[in-house]
């Protein structure tokens, strides 16, 4: 079948090279793509929210399954601008529609969904402009560290975890009044903060079954040792090792089917992934949020240890046999290092000659997914914070992630960064 990938960072190259690998794929585009996806299909430059450009992609090739990467399309109503139009009604599209999709794009919406159907998460308060003096209480009577979260997309900045009550009232205040965050602030989700350990859980449904696709543990800060500012992921271990029979067993029970059973009992239309960002708080799981796509960088760690024909799988999910599909995993320890360009999560130079990546892998289990980097003559250059992520295969974690840093040690640019230390306390 001819497939169409919407998105153009590490995760949508991750997506890409594993369909490309499976024989149900004919032809593979990617709208808009990067130089990495570009080795495994043909990119068209064409916005991820542009849905009538979409459309005429969809009619010109012929595509048979569209494939949704990033939040914003699937929360802007992708899948319900597809259902509507009769010429390409029949086209399969992975992604839930616009309401489902609210599980990710408004955090008061989840967090609803959650009460109602006796899910474990964080105690919460909702507020908006017009109840400013009520919120601004609430914080004052709350212990710290407390957690301020825009209800809306932020471009993942719109979470603050707040340790004295002035960061969370000057917060609240930010999201609300200055509206810091646009629309998105207009309502804010304040929550108890859970200590402890988290891990991602990745799971495909078809809004009746599921299957477990894969998990990861996400190293959000910048610095080694988790030290310093918050990132978009500066790397990921699968498995993690915590996850044994037990722990699974209460993530599946208390967490994956309620979730699954109120999406179908709420008539929610949602044929696509769902990403469990999950707390391991002394062994119990609570949700701290949904996303209803694919994570990034853990999709870059997920892919690769998924042995099971990724597209065979959507196909699965489309076609109501999605219950009956065997997953097997490749029975491997797994690392994703991120490298980064320098003085990122805050400003960074753009267009910075990356040389060496061509020699990478130095090790023949070792991947090299592009994310924030961009063509420039015959050369590549930097083109966005997180710049490339390396993927690496190992009998243990810390061989993983030694062979990842080692294709790492092979690629430069000026201001380059990575953590050596992914999976450290494991």
């Not at 090279?17 to 499976?22: C, G, P, V």
């Not at 080795?39 to 969809?58: E, H, M, Y």
């Not at 699937?74 to 390409?88: M, P, W």
Request: glycine letters at 10%; one cysteine or more.
């Amino acid at each position: 079948m001819n497939i169409l990938l919407l998105g153009s960072g590490g995760r949508e190259h991750a997506l890409a090279w594993k369909m490309a690998a499976s024989p149900h794929c004919t032809e593979l585009y990617i709208a808009p793509g990067n130089p990495g996806t570009a080795q495994v299909g043909t990119n068209l430059p064409v916005s991820v929210t542009d849905f009538p450009a979409i459309r005429a992609l969809c009619i010109n090739h012929k595509i048979d399954m569209l494939v949704v990467g990033p939040e914003e399309p699937l929360v802007k109503g992708i899948y319900d601008f597809f259902q509507q139009d009769e010429a390409l009604n029949g086209m399969i599209v992975v992604g839930p529609s616009k309401a489902a999709a609210q599980l990710e794009g408004s955090k008061a919406f989840s967090k609803q969904f959650m009460q109602r159907h006796g899910i474990p998460t964080a105690p919460y308060a909702e507020f908006t402009a017009e109840t400013y003096s009520e919120g601004q209480a609430y914080i004052k009577e709350h212990s710290v560290p407390i957690v301020v979260k825009a209800d809306g997309l932020a471009a993942g900045k719109g979470v603050v975890i707040a340790n004295t009550h002035e960061e969370a009232l000057r917060s609240f205040e930010q999201m609300i009044r200055e509206q810091q965050f646009g629309e998105a602030g207009s309502k804010v989700v304040i929550e108890a903060f859970l200590t402890g350990i988290e891990v991602s859980v990745f799971v495909l449904t078809d809004g009746e079954n599921y299957q477990i696709i894969g998990h990861a543990k996400d190293y959000k800060r910048i610095g080694e040792g988790d030290t310093g500012l918050n990132t978009g992921g500066m790397g990921c271990i699968s498995p993690v090792p915590f996850m044994d029979e037990l722990f699974w067993n209460k993530v599946t029970q208390r967490i994956i089917e309620p979730t699954i059973a109120g999406i179908r009992a709420e008539k929610l239309t949602y044929k696509g992934f769902i990403f469990f960002g999950l707390m391991n708080v002394q062994g119990e799981p609570w949700v701290i949020e949904y996303n209803c796509r694919m994570g990034d960088p853990e999709t870059e760690v997920v892919m690769p240890l998924l042995q099971t024909d990724l597209v065979a799988l959507l196909a699965a999910m489309d076609n109501g046999t999605l219950a009956d599909t065997n997953i097997s995993f490749f029975d491997k320890k797994a690392a994703t290092v991120v490298a980064v360009s320098g003085g990122y999560p805050g400003a960074y130079a753009k267009n910075i000659p990356i040389t060496g990546w061509e020699l990478a892998p130095k090790h023949p289990q070792t991947l090299v997914f592009h994310a924030g980097t961009a063509q420039a003559n015959e050369g590549l250059v930097t083109a966005g914070g997180r710049v490339m992520a390396v993927t690496s295969f190992g009998d243990t974690l810390g061989e993983a992630v030694q062979h990842a840093v080692a294709t790492l040690e092979q690629i430069q640019f000026e201001g380059m960064y990575y953590r050596k230390d992914i999976g450290y306390e494991f």
